[in-house]
């Protein structure tokens, strides 16, 4: 088993038969989520990944990356939300193995002047190439950032500006396709029938990743090794049904909260990423979790207290991943530091030490709590299937919760007063 899933039944929350009797009774529609066949089926591109990333647009992506390194030192990428969070992930976690000529530099996802000074910086000081990411190109943080990054670049490179941008949209509609083709930028395709949040392991996430040197051959490998296993495992000893199933049963207990808890403080931005796929997707409801994610050991100084005796009301998942590193042994030291009790051990052991420490002193305490384990190194291939382990999560858990997760009407409400404060014509 690739990641596995633990809901601790032995806590008074949960029982074997009560997760089983959930799964029994969700059988039909789950059956249908197992075989990527709902009535959703226009926004399951993520689900197939020959769907979410076809041979010949891995092939284009590989050459526009090589196109790319040749001709810039950094790669300012314009997006927001399911447009930038997968690449921001992964790179946070891959980043230090890879190579590249290239650095990304993200831009967009703020109205900070500041943050937009800095990447018109970049213009002026180094060599410059922008992949602009949007699928309905109407978000105002992204669409502004490259109006005004575009046109730095134009008194930069002159009308060769066109020929150093990528244009990931929606292909053959809307405003960034029309510029695309009018003006000659690299186009690529955004699949029509994935969503933002689900188009990590897809042209969105992996161009930039190419470009900054990761191996997304080995991510995608990997999330395909986890298709097959969650679409071919029982639905009763299928981890991510499993946790999908335990995450209501906790809900309908009370619990209002989940925190995704890890141990590698680069996969911080990972947390961030699943906030947004569980919380977007889900939050369409009143009864729903709201997602967290907490970075161990630093966040048990911060909130540690607060999971320990504060309300019961929050469900602990504890991502059990971490790289794999060389030994560590602690040496003797001359000054008496007061830690002696440590001489010999090995560093990379105590984090494993302090996950299980912490997980103890809070399930004692009755605070619900998971573990989901990968059974391999945080690498490439296991970081391609955690992205398709939760996507798949997130969409059993909404159709047992009877929830559209492709939609984000929400989100346009914020929009829409935006659009009006500014003056902006709705048609
Ligand atoms: O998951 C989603 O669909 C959203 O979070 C979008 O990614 C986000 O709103 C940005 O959309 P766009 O890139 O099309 O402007």
Redesign the pocket.
């Known amino acids: 088993m690739l990641i596995s899933f633990n809901p601790l039944t032995s806590h008074s929350y949960l029982s074997e038969q009560s997760i089983q009797l959930i799964i029994e009774e969700n059988k039909t529609a789950l059956t249908k989520v197992q075989k990527g066949s709902t009535e959703h089926s226009t926004s399951l591109g993520w689900f197939d990944l020959e769907k979410s990333i076809p041979l010949d647009i891995l092939k284009q992506i590989n050459k526009l990356a090589d196109y790319v390194n040749g001709i810039s030192s950094v790669m300012i990428v314009i997006?927001?939300?399911?447009?930038n969070r997968g690449a921001m992930s992964a790179l946070q976690v891959l980043g230090r193995n890879t190579q590249s000529p290239t650095t990304l530099y993200f831009a967009g996802d703020s109205l900070s002047n500041q943050q937009l000074l800095d990447a018109i910086d970049l213009i002026h000081s180094q060599e410059i190439t922008l992949n602009v990411?949007?699928?309905?190109f109407?978000?105002l943080e992204?669409g502004i950032t490259f109006r005004i990054l575009r046109e730095e670049m134009k008194k930069k490179y002159g009308n060769d500006y066109r020929t150093r941008i990528i244009v990931t949209g929606s292909y053959g509609s809307g405003q960034l396709y029309e510029m695309a083709t009018k003006y000659h930028y690299h186009f690529l395709p955004f699949p029509a029938e994935i969503?933002?949040?689900f188009s990590v392991l897809s042209s969105v996430a992996l161009f930039p990743l190419k470009v900054s040197g990761v191996d997304i051959d080995s991510m995608i490998e990997g999330a395909k090794d986890m298709r097959e296993e969650l679409t071919t495992t029982p639905l009763i000893s299928n981890s991510a049904v499993m946790y999908a199933a335990s995450r209501y049963l906790l809900l309908q207990q009370g619990i209002k909260m989940e925190s995704l808890v890890t141990f590698e403080p680069d996969l911080k931005e990972f947390g961030r990423w699943w906030v947004?796929l569980f919380g977007?997707s889900e939050g369409k409801t009143d009864e729903v979790l709201f997602p967290l994610s907490f970075s161990f050991s630093e966040d048990l100084h911060a909130l540690g207290q607060w999971i320990q005796m504060g309300p019961k009301n929050v469900l602990e998942t504890h991502l059990i991943t971490y790289y794999d590193t060389k030994d560590t042994i602690i040496k003797d030291s001359i000054e008496k530091d007061g830690f002696d009790y440590l001489t010999n051990k090995n560093f990379k052991d105590l984090n494993t030490i302090v996950q299980k420490a912490a997980l103890k002193a809070h399930t004692e305490e009755g605070v619900p709590s998971f573990t989901i384990e990968t059974a391999n190194p945080l690498n490439e291939k296991t970081l391609g299937s955690l992205y398709w382990f939760f996507l798949f999560s997130v969409y059993a858990s909404c159709t047992i919760m009877d929830v559209n997760p492709f939609n984000?009407e929400g989100?346009e409400l914020y929009k829409k007063n935006m659009y009006s404060s500014l003056g902006k014509q709705i048609r």
């Open positions: 997006g927001i939300g399911g447009s990411i949007a699928k309905d109407n978000t992204p969503g933002g949040r947004q977007e984000q989100v």
